[in-house]
C-alpha cells in the first residue's frame, strides 16, 4: 500500500536493457516512490529529434518515457492530493539526469501497465525503416468511440483513472509537423485493425467493436534522413507505420487476453 506520509521524491532502483533501434536505445528503469516500486521504459535517441505527442505536443527530445503507474500509487496521485504532475515532473528530472539531457528533452507517456509487458515491432524497406513500442491496458474501458458514453469527466486534474493504450512511433523519415500529425491518423487506423482482428469488444456494449480506449496516447519522433510529406496508406511510409502498430498492438493485448480471455468485459467502468 502507498505511504501518504513517504515524500514525493522519486529514487531509481536498478535498469535493464530493452533492445535497440536503429536510431537509439532503450532501457527500462525500475524506480519507487511513496513506498511504491514503478518502472518506466526509456527509449534514447543518439540525437535531439522533433516530436509531437497528444500530451506533451511539439518539441525536440532525446528520450521518450512511457512510465507505469501501479493502482496503488496512481489512486494516491489521482485521489488524495493531486499531485500527478509534480510525480511526473519528479520523474522525468530524475531520469533526465541519469541520461545527462535537459527536461525539455524528455517527453512523457503514462499507463497502469508494467513495462514486463510492453511490446515492439519494426518495418523496413529499402533506405526506410519504422519502429513502434506499445503498451495496452484496456480493462473496463474499451469503447467504441462517438457510441459509447462518457464515463466521467476531468476537472482541474482529477479524474476516474483507466486502462490506456501508448503508442510510440519512431522512423528515419524526416517528417515535418504536418506529417506527424498525419501519421497519427495512420497509428490509429492501424491500432484499430488490431482491435478488429482480436474481436476486442466494448466493455460498455459487448455487441459493439471497440475502437480504442478513451485515455490512448501516441508519440511520434522524427528522423532526421529524407523527407517524406505523408504517412498516409497509401504511402510506402505510412504502410510500414501501419504494420509496426499493428504488430506490436496484437502483441500487446495479446499478452493482457492470455491471462483473462474476458480481461475487457468485466463491466464497464462506474459512472
Known amino acids: 500500500m502507498v505511504n501518504p506520509n513517504f515524500g514525493p521524491s522519486v529514487m531509481v532502483t536498478g535498469t535493464a536493457e530493452a533492445g535497440v533501434f536503429p536510431g537509439g536505445s532503450t532501457e527500462i528503469v525500475t524506480h519507487r516512490a511513496w513506498n511504491t516500486d514503478a518502472n518506466t521504459l526509456v527509449i534514447r535517441f543518439d540525437e535531439p529529434h522533433a516530436s509531437l505527442s497528444g500530451d506533451g505536443g511539439y518539441r525536440r527530445i532525446k528520450l521518450v518515457c512511457n512510465s507505469y503507474m501501479p493502482k496503488d500509487l496512481c489512486d494516491h496521485l489521482h485521489f488524495h492530493d493531486l499531485s500527478y504532475d509534480n510525480y511526473l515532473k519528479d520523474l522525468v528530472k530524475v531520469i533526465a539526469d541519469r541520461y545527462g539531457v535537459p527536461t525539455r528533452e ?99 456494449n459487448p455487441t459493439l467493436q471497440a475502437t480504442g480506449t478513451g485515455t490512448d496516447q501516441i508519440i511520434v519522433v522524427s528522423g532526421s534522413e529524407f523527407k517524406c510529406r505523408y504517412a498516409g496508406g497509401h504511402t510506402k511510409l505510412g504502410e510500414l507505420m501501419a504494420s509496426t502498430v499493428t504488430k506490436a498492438c496484437k502483441i500487446a493485448f495479446g499478452k493482457q487476453l492470455a491471462k483473462d480471455p474476458n480481461y475487457h468485459l468485466e463491466g464497464g467502468l462506474k459512472k
Open 106 to 204: 524528455v517527453t512523457t507517456l503514462a499507463t497502469g501497465v508494467d513495462m514486463k509487458d510492453m511490446s515492439q515491432a519494426s518495418e523496413s524497406f529499402q533506405n526506410f525503416w519504422v519502429h513502434s513500442w506499445v503498451t495496452a491496458g484496456f480493462r473496463h474501458n474499451a469503447m467504441r468511440a462517438g457510441v459509447d458514453k462518457a464515463c466521467g469527466t476531468e476537472v482541474e486534474g482529477k479524474y476516474q483513472p483507466c486502462g490506456t493504450i501508448n503508442i510510440v512511433l519512431t522512423t528515419n523519415a524526416r517528417l515535418s509537423l504536418g506529417t506527424m500529425a498525419s501519421s497519427f491518423i495512420t497509428a490509429t487506423e492501424a491500432k484499430d485493425v488490431a482491435l478488429q482482428d482480436l474481436g476486442i469488444h466494448s466493455s460498455f
